[in-house]
């Protein structure tokens, strides 16, 4: 009997070196290979990248008794558009130095990278970047004010968007603000005010 | 190439040259229709916030697209940006057949008689170019009814003592208020006010084959699925297309209206959906593609008797661009207002619109649509974070405890907000686009600080905890948009007009515009149905006109 492998099981067995052996095809460095042409998660952003910009958006709608915006994937909302919607693209740029000039900017003034700091931290992080405090000269003639009003429109964006632009997972944001989902034509029928 | 002569070439299948389509055909005259958008289908464009009018984050939704089309927008210390149309700034409408009407919220206001006479009633007003209109209320009055009529319009006049007169009841019964409303008529009438159901053009009863609304919720900036919202593109157009006698032509991109030696319109040239250019010969042309563009597309026709653009040896056309500066106030109750029920606008207030002591002017106030959660992270009083905890905790509490009441403010023309052309910037087509600059009338501020302060009164007369006025700023900027109109207004003198009585250029006897356009001013109402009854009005005058094949 043939037992089909998960793709995520697949992976732990390529780790723990046993995969090649079982299917007897191979050596360490192809299966490094194949691990590494693995698709990778994001479409325009890094991995450091995202590591920095997904507590970023975490800060903007944090995760309390309801989903924030990790949970929602705002962050692959934000990718997908960027490399899809006219308007977005032109943002490329904006992602890619801001971000740089936001990792430089924590490691100047807490000594220490944005993800490590305190939650607290973070948000007097974002603050400075925020009101434009943040150190003029990494960020050049680019206004940290601005960056930070896109990453925030964007992660609302994000949030309470349609969920088939990758954010808003399992309408976690409608759920939280108690709206019927999704919004079924014809379907929704309503007295006084209130679902039936 | 030349394509086959027709009797009509219309350029803009929303809501004025869709009404000027059907007239046409219906009577006999063949017509081609130019539309540089396509068909809209309820399909590619559903409930999806990004994807809205309103919040156009992801491109408009219902054109036009950012990839191809610009405009240049020139701020006041005479700088200058390129503007995407999916950016406010670009002061978009829509770019597909039925225009603005496929996602408009669709109120159906007439005009007040007063609004045709505001340099009678209020004087001259300083640094404007405020007139009265050369036709009034009682001359358009048959043709709003036609429009209320063939396009159908839902209210119930009888609770407003402020609305001018009229032969006939609206032909489908008003809708019911939703609990806004209701909350919001209470304290009106406390206040001794005059609260009325807002007419639509959506279906509160089956009409025209076109079914009752079901009231979705995203409703305003979005196509309606069962088209009980009415425009151009679900009501007259399909009827002209029926005759046999209208050819829509869609994805088709104007770019000159081509005038010959004599000064007479011969026909439009335009680029095809495949980007090749051609030229449709006509016997007469209607221009009816917005404010801007069809401003645009007459400074774009240069002839021998025109060096200017067509129309323009005085220099008006595209001055006096108005839209409507939107003020009013919000806050917050105790208990719960949102009902599931689109779209949300139900009540009208209208004792505001004119009689104002010391004032020029003034507007309507009516409840709002119901705003959806992102549009909802910008409803927030003066100084509330924006992020955060608080952020979600403002959306979990507020969200459906909102109350708001706005409105339109009858904008003062000025002849220095204006549509020109940028004498650089092109279009994907290379066709120079629209340099919009200027600014809104100082008295327009007076008039926005005004009804904003009534609005407050009323929501706080209500018992909300948190009332914030949503005021005109001092910049005041520059206006258009959605409802934007002005650019060619019709008057009786030709040095100080673009059009006659009947939409005709001076001096064009072939050439007419029917949209808003026309407009003297823009009245404190949403302009669409004074779009339409003017596309009829127009449409009857070159009927009247045409003489079997020929028209003089």
């Known amino acids: 009997m043939i037992t089909p492998v998960s793709r995520r099981a697949a992976l732990k067995w390529a780790a723990a070196g046993t995969f090649g052996l079982a299917a007897g095809i191979g050596t360490t460095a192809s299966l490094a290979r194949w691990i590494r042409t693995e698709p990778a998660p994001y479409r325009f952003f ?14 903007i709608i944090p995760r309390d008794d309801t989903p924030g915006a990790t949970d929602a994937g705002v962050i692959y909302y934000i990718d997908r558009q960027l490399v899809s919607v006219f308007k977005f693209k032109q943002h490329q ?7 740089e000039s936001f990792r430089k900017t924590c490691l100047q003034v807490y000594k220490t990278p944005f993800e ?40 609302r964006q994000g949030f309470y968007g349609s969920p088939r632009h990758g954010g808003n997972r399992d309408y976690a944001s409608y759920r939280m603000l108690g709206l019927a989902y999704p919004n079924l034509i014809g379907q929704n029928r309503y007295a006084d005010g209130r679902p039936i | 190439m030349s394509l086959t002569k027709v009797n009509v070439v219309i350029v803009g299948a929303g809501a004025g040259g869709g009404i000027v389509a059907k007239e046409l055909a219906t009577a006999g005259l063949s017509v081609v229709l130019l539309e540089r958008g396509g068909w809209v289908d309820y399909d590619k464009h559903n409930d999806d916030e990004l994807w809205s009018q309103r919040t156009p984050a992801l491109g408009n939704p219902f054109g036009p697209d950012d990839e191809r089309h610009r405009r240049v927008v020139a701020n006041a210390d005479g700088s200058t940006r390129v503007v995407l149309p999916s950016e406010g700034s670009y002061n978009n409408i829509a770019g597909c057949v039925g225009g603005g009407a496929v996602s408009y919220g669709a109120m159906a206001w007439r005009f007040m008689p007063q609004d045709f006479r505001l340099r009678s009633i209020y004087g001259e007003v300083k640094d404007s170019t405020l007139a009265d209109w050369p036709i009034s209320y009682d001359d358009l009055e048959p043709f709003y009814e036609k429009a209320e009529y063939e396009i159908g319009v839902a ?25 806004e409303a209701r909350l919001i008529e209470q304290a009106a009438i406390r206040m001794g006010l005059h609260p009325f159901p807002i007419p639509m053009l959506r279906n509160s009863v089956p009409y025209n084959g076109r079914p009752a609304c079901i009231h979705m919720r995203s409703c305003v ?36 209206i081509m005038v010959d030696e004599r000064g007479r319109a011969k026909g439009v040239r335009y680029f095809d959906a495949d980007n090749r250019g051609q030229e449709q010969p006509a016997d007469l042309v209607v221009v009816s593609a917005s404010a801007t563009e069809t401003a645009r597309l007459l400074l774009n026709s240069k002839s021998k008797l025109f060096p200017n653009g067509a129309g323009n040896n005085n220099d008006w056309v595209g001055r006096n661009l108005q839209g409507h500066l939107y003020v009013g106030a919000a806050g917050f109750l105790d208990e719960e207002t949102y009902e599931e029920a689109g779209p949300g606008a ?21 409840n709002e649509f119901i705003p959806l959660p992102y549009l909802f992270c910008n409803v927030r009083p003066p100084g509330e974070a ?8 403002f959306q979990r509490h507020y969200y459906k405890r909102f109350v708001r009441l706005h409105g339109p403010v009858q904008e003062i023309p000025n002849f220095s907000a204006r549509v020109s052309i940028d004498p650089s910037v092109k279009d994907a087509w290379g066709i120079p686009v629209c340099r919009l600059s200027g600014s809104r009338h100082p008295v327009d501020f007076q008039q926005g600080d005004f009804l904003s302060k009534k609005a407050e009164a009323i929501i706080k007369e209500m018992g909300a905890t948190r009332v914030w006025r949503n005021g005109p700023s001092p910049s005041l900027g520059l206006s258009g948009g959605q409802h934007q109109a002005g650019t060619c207004r019709m ?33 404190g109402f949403n302009p669409v149905l004074t779009i339409m009854a003017l596309a009829y009005w127009v449409s009857h005058h070159i009927k009247t006109g045409w003489k079997g094949s020929q028209f003089r």
Not at chain 1, 46 to 59: F, G, T, V, W, Y
Not at chain 1, 93 to 99: K, S
Not at chain 2, 231 to 250: D, F, Q
Not at chain 2, 346 to 366: E, K, T, Y
């Open chain 1, 46 to 59: 890094s991995e450091a990248e995202a590591r920095l910009l997904i507590p970023i958006c975490e800060q």
């Open chain 1, 93 to 99: 740029q904006t992602y890619r130095l801001g971000l």
């Open chain 1, 116 to 155: 490590q700091l305190a939650f607290e931290r973070q948000t007097e992080a974002l603050r400075l970047i925020e009101s434009s405090k943040a150190p003029k000269e990494l960020w050049g003639d680019r206004s940290p004010s601005a960056f930070f009003n896109l990453v925030l429109d964007h992660t």
């Open chain 2, 155 to 179: 209210g119930d006049y009888t609770a407003n003592p402020f609305c001018g007169p009229r032969k006939k009841p609206f032909p489908m019964p008003a809708f019911p208020y939703n609990k």
């Open chain 2, 221 to 256: 900036g979005f196509a309606c699925p069962i088209n009980a919202k009415a425009g151009s593109h679900n009501t007259v157009l399909p009827i002209a297309m029926a005759t046999g006698n209208c050819e829509v032509r869609t994805g088709c991109v104007a770019s000159e």
């Open chain 2, 346 to 366: 139900a009540l009208g207030i209208s004792d505001f619109n004119h009689g104002n002591p010391g004032l020029i002017g003034g507007g309507a106030l009516c």
């Open chain 2, 386 to 393: 924006r992020w955060g905890k608080a952020h979600k905790d």
């Open chain 2, 491 to 523: 008057g009786d003198d030709p040095k100080t007009s673009v059009t006659d009585r009947h939409g005709r250029i001076h001096q064009i006897d072939n050439l007419f515009v029917a949209d808003g356009s026309l407009h003297v001013n823009n009245g």
